[in-house]
Structure formats: C-alpha cells, structure tokens
C-alpha cells in the first residue's frame, strides 16, 4: 500500500531563517506530488505541483521554491522566510483516478 | 485564476438532521472530489465523480456531479457528532493536473 511521510511535524523558525520540507511517497511510481499551504482557519492554497522528476509547477512564486531531485521525493524550501509564511503545510500525491492522498503535514510558525 | 466556491461557509446542526452543501466554478472539471478535514490533519477523501449528472453514495454520504460540469454537490444523511469537520470540493480544471480545493464548509454538529 502507498503512504506518505512528512517531516518534521512542528516547527518554529525565526524570520529571515532558510526552510526545508520533505515529502516521501512509498508503494508507488512517478506520482503527481503537490504542496499546500493553510492558514489557520482557511482553504488550501496550492503552492506547486510537480507530473515528474525536476519538474515544478509554481502557483505561488513568491519567495518560496520546490524540487524533486528523485521520483517519490518532494521538497519545499525557502532563503529566508517571512511571519506571512507561517501555516500548516501539506503534502499530497494523486493516483491515476485524480484522488489525492495527504501527509501528516507541518505547522510552521515563524516568529 | 480559477477559485472554486463553497456554500454555506459553515453550518450548525442537530445530531440526527440531513446536511447539503454545494460548490461551483467558473470552469469546467472533468473530476469532482470531496474531502473531509478533521482539525490537525490533512484532508481525507470521502467521495470521487468521474461523469456529468454522475450520483455517488459513501455510506451516508451522497455527491452529485453537476450536468453544467460547473457544480457540485454533498449530502449528509442523518448526522452525527463525528461528522464535524470542514468539508471540501476539489479537482483538477479540466486539461490540467493543477488540483484546486474549494473554500470550505464547517460543519457542526450539536447532540
């Protein structure tokens, strides 16, 4: 069966700081990966996306970037982050049925 | 760009009463989702529409495809306290593997 890890699950990064956030998916290949942002009480916001290795969609440019340097890896990452940056971020890969399937996810605070 | 609408935003209800909300776009999706997110975690899939005019039932969960491909909608038969949560319609726009959540609706349930 497929599952998806996230890490770490909290964290809490002053402003101006470099972020990194992992997503692995296991038991499938060449998923469609995504990365989600959500504000405390609010929708999610679709940051990237990636169909392949190396491959990144950006929806949110800003000072935020993504890469897949392997198939069932994805990263998020920042130079140096912003207090608007903080949130709970979500990763997610989809099946050829276009169902999505959700990591634990990350609740960043940047102070 | 491309938002998808939810109806209502939030809802408060009797245990044991009948729920339905609605989401629309400006665009037309080939795919209708609807997920649950309880508090803390990432959203679950309750229900996937593949076709126009489409009706899917979960248990008590039941979903319909809108035949304008522009609509969608969820009900909930009989509530229960576990029902609460925020409920969400998603897809990808047709022709894209950008995946959009709706807005939410907040469902609460009094015993």
């Known amino acids: 069966s497929q599952t998806i890890h996230q890490w770490p699950a909290t964290l809490v990064q002053p402003v101006g700081s470099p972020l990194s956030l992992e997503c692995t998916v296991e038991?499938?290949?060449?998923?469609?990966l995504y990365w989600y942002r959500q504000a405390a009480g609010r929708g999610l916001q679709l940051l990237f996306y990636?169909?392949?290795?190396?491959?990144i969609s950006s929806e949110v440019p800003q000072n935020l970037s993504a890469s897949r340097p392997q198939d069932r890896q994805f990263i998020l990452s920042s130079k140096k982050l912003l207090l608007s940056d903080s949130g709970f971020y979500l990763c997610?890969?989809?099946?050829?049925?276009?169902?999505?399937?959700f990591g634990p996810g990350t609740r960043l605070t940047v102070t | 760009g491309q938002q998808l609408n939810q109806s209502p935003q939030s809802m408060f209800i009797q245990e044991g009463e009948d729920v339905s909300m609605n989401c629309t776009s400006s665009?037309?999706?080939?795919?209708w989702l609807w997920y649950k997110q309880d508090p803390g975690e990432g959203p679950v899939l309750l229900i996937a529409?593949?076709?126009?005019?489409e009706l899917t039932s979960n248990g008590r969960l039941t979903a319909q495809f809108g035949i304008t491909r522009k609509d969608s909608f969820l009900n909930i038969s009989a509530s229960i306290p576990s029902d609460v949560g925020i409920y969400f319609c998603?897809?990808?726009?047709?022709?894209?593997?950008?995946?959009?959540f709706g807005t939410g609706t907040r469902l609460k349930v009094l015993a």
């Open positions: 997610a890969w989809m099946d050829n049925s276009y169902e999505q399937y």
């Open positions: 038991g499938t290949s060449n998923p469609n």
């Open positions: 990636s169909v392949g290795i190396g491959q």
């Open positions: 665009s037309i999706f080939n795919t």
């Open positions: 529409l593949y076709k126009a005019g």
């Open positions: 998603a897809g990808p726009p047709s022709g894209t593997y950008k995946y959009i």
